[in-house]
């Protein structure tokens, strides 16, 4: 999990520095976080593939990644929408909490099904 960890570290700041960089151009903080997250999935992908589960690329494997990484994509929207809308004012906060959770959920999925 360590190395799943640190891909998700990088794939998280490819998330949070794209995010930022659409906020700050005026995007509206769901669409800005929901393209971050697209871009934190593409990173999430080649580093998981090559260190933390070291497999070789396979059709099968990166549509069964792809599949989570929407589900964790929707996820995160959902999440943040929620959170921003109802409970949490602060959209670093709200985005915190949010890529924690979809930080486990997509592990587990990816541990036991996508890089099988």
């Not at 640190?6 to 490819?14: I, L, N, R, W, Y």
């Amino acid at each position: 999990m360590l190395s799943y960890g640190v891909a998700g570290m990088a794939a998280t700041s490819a998330h949070y520095t794209l995010m930022a960089f659409l906020y700050g151009k005026g995007l509206a903080p769901v669409a800005a976080s929901t393209a971050g997250a697209v871009f934190g999935a593409l990173v999430a992908y080649l580093a998981n593939r090559k260190w933390t589960f070291a497999v070789r690329h396979s059709r099968a494997r990166l549509l069964r990644f792809l599949a989570v990484a929407a589900m964790g994509i929707l996820f995160n929207g959902l999440l943040f929408q929620a959170f921003q809308n109802w409970l949490i004012s602060s959209i670093i906060v709200a985005q915190l909490l949010t890529t924690l959770l979809v930080f486990v959920a997509t592990f587990y999925l990816n541990l036991k099904w996508s890089f099988t």
